[in-house]
């Protein structure tokens, strides 16, 4: 096959404690998943069923443990807002997936941040727009190493939490997702076909604020550790 010009490189994330990398297909990301972050920003989570976002593949920017990752604050906004997420990696796809088989479809876990252009997604909400350009912007999926599900188990409950230069600004615990792992791969798979290589971004508790740069993000799970993301 002959293309036009070379195609962008695979995106992938590297799999912690092997020399493999996970390719990425999509990136899915949950909206409003834990009550206490939707009545901050003004919805009553008992009234909504899951509803969900996309972002492209290479807007993924990877922390390597240990290390301290840039993230170039975007153009165009004066409030951008970190979002600490539990990532699921899926290795098997499917449709119409029962609940009680969807974790069989998780190949393992990763930390990330959904990071948003506030300003421009209240813009977006007010005049009814999509949330491109809010959400799926270059670097705004920072990504830690998935650990597979062989040397974890399946996340169920621990602690996720999140501080900005020291300051503590979310806590909660991956348990109190409206719509646990399993939910939200059953009720995504209904709406589009699941396939290996795609990444689901869980939602984040309440806490979310924005940064400025200079600022240290450093974000963890109980279970996959933790990393740090300076706002460069």
């Not at 998780?106 to 007010?126: H, I, N, P, S, W």
């Not at 009814?128 to 920072?142: L, M, Y």
């Not at 974890?152 to 615990?173: C, H, M, P, Y």
């Not at 589009?192 to 940064?211: M, N, Q, R, S």
Request: hydrophobic share 40%; aromatic share 10%.
């Amino acid at each position: 096959m002959t293309y036009a010009f070379d195609p962008a490189p695979q995106a992938a994330v590297p799999v912690a404690g092997s020399a493999a990398r996970f390719p990425v297909r999509r990136i899915y990301c949950v909206g409003r998943n834990y009550e206490a972050h939707a009545r901050e920003m003004g919805h009553d989570p008992d009234r909504e069923p899951p509803f969900f976002f996309a972002k492209p593949a290479d807007a993924l920017l990877y922390v390597a443990p240990g290390t301290t990752a840039e993230f170039p604050y975007p153009a165009r906004s004066q409030n951008v807002h970190f979002e600490m997420e539990l990532v699921a990696a899926i290795g098997k796809g499917g449709k119409n997936i029962p609940v009680e088989r969807a974790l069989d479809h998780v190949f393992g876990y990763a930390l990330g941040l959904d990071m948003t252009r506030r300003d421009l997604q209240a813009e977006a909400k007010k005049l009814g727009r999509p949330w491109d350009t809010a959400k799926g912007f270059d670097h705004s999926a920072p990504i830690g190493p998935i650990h597979p599900v062989a040397q974890v188990g399946q996340l169920a409950s621990g602690a996720i939490w999140l501080t900005v230069n020291g300051e503590e600004k979310q806590r909660s615990d991956i348990s109190q997702m409206i719509w646990p792992v399993a939910d939200t791969i059953a009720f995504l798979s209904t709406l589009f076909e699941l396939k290996a290589g795609d990444l689901i971004y869980t939602g984040t508790p309440e806490g979310v604020g924005a940064v400025k740069p200079g600022d240290v993000m450093k974000g963890g799970v109980d279970g996959i550790g933790e990393f740090a993301v300076r706002v460069a």
